[in-house]
């Protein structure tokens, strides 16, 4: 049985967890998830990126509740929040605990999901209120 991530080109096994992205060298754009074909800004193409991390904190822009949806889990209700991260980029994703509002600020965590058919334990990003 291993630990791993959802999207393992996405996200780094780390406590706090770290969004694998990228920043454009000529306009220094950083984007997350990577744009596969160039940089949405200036138009350089993707050999013009370099990897870069970014951490999994920020403020949340906008939230919604979720009462239904077609799988199993998470079990409903729960949150998800747009989240625009330190860096910039912006993110959705489930956001636990109570009192989630515009402007919170959130910090990110691995969240222990369905095991996959060898036992693996899958884990994926979720953020949590730190204020
Ligand atoms: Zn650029």
Redesign the pocket.
Known sequence: MTIQPRHPHLLKLVDPPILVGHR?I????IAFPPDPYG?E????PAS?FEKWDLQARGSVQAVATVHRHHRPTPPTPFTVGVIELVEGPVVKAIVEGDGVVVGSSVEGFLAPEEPDDAGNVIVDLRFRVTR
């Open positions: 454009c000529t306009c220094e754009r940089c800004k200036c138009g350089s013009n």
